[in-house]
């Protein structure tokens, strides 16, 4: 299994970020996929996840109304569009497909 995160970087409050995940090893349409963060010195929290088909989505209350998650079952790619972005969406974020992680990419929101 390998998951390949990319799109992360510095951005200003207020601005917007999309994320991928870009999936190989394994049958990508069969499995929920989900973004997890972990900014400095706190736990890894679950932002979003969407279901196989991507019928089902579900976000964190911190970002609901702000990130969008959906995937793309022929591409292998689950992607995170993050607007409004806040100083407190600082973090790094992974792709999670159980039980593999990605080697995450880092989000700035800072002015």
């Known amino acids: 299994v390998q998951l390949v995160e990319s799109g992360g970087g510095l951005v200003q409050p207020g601005g917007s970020l999309r994320l991928s995940c870009a999936a190989s090893g394994f049958t990508f349409s069969r499995f929920p996929m989900s973004w997890f963060r972990q900014a400095p010195g706190k736990e890894r929290e679950l932002v979003a996840l969407?279901?196989?088909?991507?019928?089902?989505?579900k976000y964190a209350d911190s970002v609901k109304g702000r990130f969008t998650i959906a995937r793309d079952n022929a591409k292998n790619t689950v992607y995170l569009q993050m607007n409004s972005l806040k100083p407190d969406d600082t973090a790094v974020y992974y792709c999670?497909?159980?039980?593999?992680w990605g080697q995450g990419t880092q989000v700035t929101v800072s002015s």
């Open positions: 969407i279901s196989s088909n991507g019928d089902t989505t």
């Open positions: 999670y497909k159980p039980v593999s």
